[in-house]
């Protein structure tokens, strides 16, 4: 997977903590925000993923389980 930069205005106070931690624990600070952005991606489409699935489950009685649904999902991966 090939990098690139991406610029973002970010609270200075906010940076400061990021370098401190990232310093302290010996961590790249790209590759923690990189994580960090991947984290809170995958949280805001589950989110979005459970919102549909309760819709959907709601108005389809033939809808599949949430269990099947989640399986199906890790195997997409």
Request: proline share 0%; charged share 45%; net charge negative.
């Given at each position: 997977m090939s990098?690139?930069?991406y610029a973002v205005?970010?609270?200075?106070?906010l940076i400061s903590k990021i370098k401190e931690f990232?310093?302290?624990h010996g961590v790249k600070q790209g590759f923690f925000v990189e994580k960090a952005l991947k984290e809170q991606l995958?949280?805001?489409?589950?989110?979005?993923?459970?919102?549909?699935?309760k819709t959907?489950?709601?108005q389809?009685?033939?809808?599949i389980s949430f269990e099947e649904?989640?399986?199906?999902?890790a195997l997409k991966k």
């Open positions: 990098k690139i930069s205005k970010v609270d200075g106070r990232c310093a302290e995958a949280k805001e489409e589950l989110h979005e993923d459970m919102l549909d699935f959907l489950t709601a389809d009685a033939s809808a649904y989640l399986k199906k999902r």
